[in-house]
């Protein structure tokens, strides 16, 4: 990877956690449990449960995008930063700019989903 990939790709993944950092505090406020009101019927209760199961799995997908970024950023300056861990090519810099914390390449991907 050439040293100006590299920085680009460091400042998307910088750009990248600060904004899910934010997206992540706002969901916890949205899916933290709410006290009981009264005045509230059976079914606003139940739309109330969906929304925040909804809001829930949001704020776990993002922790879990801003755990790998967090991991990319500790790594990116080793020398097998880039390489895919199962064949050990290089991962193409489109893919690693699209999904920096991607661990491999396209091939390799769709052999360990599928």
């Known amino acids: 990877m050439l040293p100006m990939e590299k ?3 460091k400042n998307r ?6 904004g899910l950092e934010v997206h992540v505090e706002e969901l916890k406020t949205l899916s933290a449990p709410e006290t009981p009101d009264c005045s509230v019927g059976r079914l606003g209760r139940m739309g109330g449960l969906a929304s925040r199961a909804v809001n829930e799995a949001a704020l ?8 790998g970024l967090r991991r990319v950023m500790a790594c990116i300056d080793s020398p097998e ?7 050990g090519e290089k991962i193409p810099i489109k893919r690693l700019m699209a ?9 390799c ?3 360990v989903q599928g």
């Open 13 to 18: 993944i910088i750009d990248d956690m600060r």
């Open 109 to 111: 991907a769709q052999m």
């Open 81 to 87: 930063f880039g390489l895919c861990e199962e064949c």
């Open 99 to 107: 999904m920096p914390e991607t661990r491999f390449c396209v091939h």
């Open 7 to 9: 920085a680009t790709l």
């Open 60 to 67: 776990q997908s993002a922790m879990t995008r801003l755990i």
